[in-house]
């Protein structure tokens, strides 16, 4: 088990940056080289999205939508893993939660609330 807690949501302009945080009671990733963290969100009406993804190996993934503008650390000292986000667009307004899949158990942060004005 594992408790994850975020902050750093907030309103900012179209063009600004965000940072986000997801801060972990325990240490993240185990031996199983299954397991993952991300980034979600969902929009008003729309279907949750992956936003990014880093693996136990360090490998990242994001989705074509915020590639190029997002990225996703591990902190492992700290155990917290961020989402810094770039030139935010008012199409990324939505509520952002952290995922952490571990040994097929998934976990989640209580949700960020990102708004983007024009």
């Known amino acids: 088990q594992v408790q994850l807690v975020e902050s750093g949501g907030g309103l900012v302009q179209a063009g600004g940056s965000l940072r986000l945080a997801c801060a972990a009671s325990r240490s993240l990733f185990t031996i199983n080289v299954m397991d993952y963290m991300g980034w979600y969100r969902q929009a008003p009406g729309k279907q949750r999205e992956r936003v990014a993804l880093i693996t136990s190996g360090g490998s990242t993934n994001y989705a074509d939508s915020v590639k190029g503008r997002f990225t996703v650390s591990l902190d492992n000292a700290k155990n917290t893993l961020h989402l810094h986000m770039n030139n935010l667009k008012p199409e990324d307004t939505a509520v952002y939660y952290c995922?952490?899949?571990?040994?097929?158990?998934?976990?989640w942060g209580q949700g960020a609330q990102v708004t983007v004005s024009s």
């Open positions: 995922n952490l899949h571990e040994r097929l158990v998934d976990y």
